[in-house]
């Protein structure tokens, strides 16, 4: 089982950058491609962004397209998610997680979690 926990949350002004880290620990983290999900109050949690473990390839959910950009390094078995121009839309609690090999970008792939961190917008 790997270990995950995320840092970098807080309360940005509208138009700010955050920069999210997800350190993991525990079983290897290099064969693991990564995610971010995020869950905003009274909503189903969504994926923000994934990349592949060689990080060649990137996925973004279309709300976060431009804005948000997903890396990692696995020398240091960490992950980052960069995000600036943020909206108050963006206000929800961001989660790492591990995604299964050959899994598509959703819920069901995940593998592990971490604990979250919030992330808080004020227009």
């Known amino acids: 089982q790997v270990r995950l926990v995320e840092s970098g949350g807080g309360l940005v002004q509208a138009g700010g950058s955050l920069r999210l880290t997800c350190a993991a620990s525990g079983r290897a983290f290099s064969p693991s491609a990564m995610a971010w999900f995020r869950q905003a109050p009274g909503k189903e949690r969504e994926i923000a962004a994934g990349?592949?473990?060689?990080?060649?390839?990137?996925y973004y959910d279309d709300s976060v397209k431009g804005r948000f950009t997903i890396s990692r390094d696995n020398a240091k078995n960490t992950v980052y998610l960069q995000m600036n121009s943020l909206k108050p839309e963006d206000t929800a609690v961001y989660y790492c997680?591990?995604?299964?090999?050959?899994?598509?970008?959703?819920?069901?792939?995940?593998?592990?979690w971490g604990q979250g961190t919030q992330v808080t917008v004020s227009s």
């Open positions: 997680a591990t995604v299964l090999l050959g899994g598509a970008w959703t819920i069901k792939s995940v593998g592990s």
């Open positions: 990349i592949s473990w060689n990080d060649f390839i990137t």
